[in-house]
Nanobody
Framework: QVQLVESGGGLVQAGGSLRLNCAAS????????TGWFRQAPGKEREFVAA????????YYADSVKGRFTISTNNAKNTVYLQMNSLKPEDTAVYYC????????????????????WGQGTQVTVSS
């Protein structure tokens, strides 16, 4: 059974930093494209960041570009989202997602492309 478990969320003041972690069990990220999405109260889920399985290709939403960084540690089977210069509008539940991509080294920005999802971790940024 595949499980993705996020951690690292919490309450932080505007301008602060958090690092989200997504650990996989029952699956390895070594051939997975991975991504982070978020959903704020009353809003639809939105794309945040994505990486190819090798980490050589990444893509970010304009709203987080230059502030967030996605990375993977295949040895630890974990994907990270480093979030700096946080703003109150970053407040949301953050989800990680994974997709097996055995023959292509690319990223995916649509949630519909992903096969596996975590349960989410709350990030709250106070002003």
């Amino acid at each position: 059974q595949v499980q993705l478990v996020e951690s690292g969320g919490g309450l932080v003041q505007a301008g602060g930093s958090l690092r989200l972690n997504c650990a996989a069990s029952g699956r390895t990220f070594s051939r997975d494209a991975t991504g982070w999405f978020r959903q704020a109260p009353g809003k639809e889920r939105e794309f945040v960041a994505a990486t190819s399985w090798s980490g050589t290709s990444t893509y970010y939403a304009d709203s987080v570009k230059g502030r967030f960084t996605i990375s993977t540690n295949n040895a630890k089977n974990t994907v990270y989202l480093q979030m700096n210069s946080l703003k109150p509008e970053d407040t949301a539940v953050y989800y990680c997602a994974a997709k097996g991509v055995y023959f292509s080294d690319t990223y995916y920005i649509s949630g519909h492309d992903y096969d596996y999802w975590g349960q989410g971790t709350q990030v709250t940024v106070s002003s």
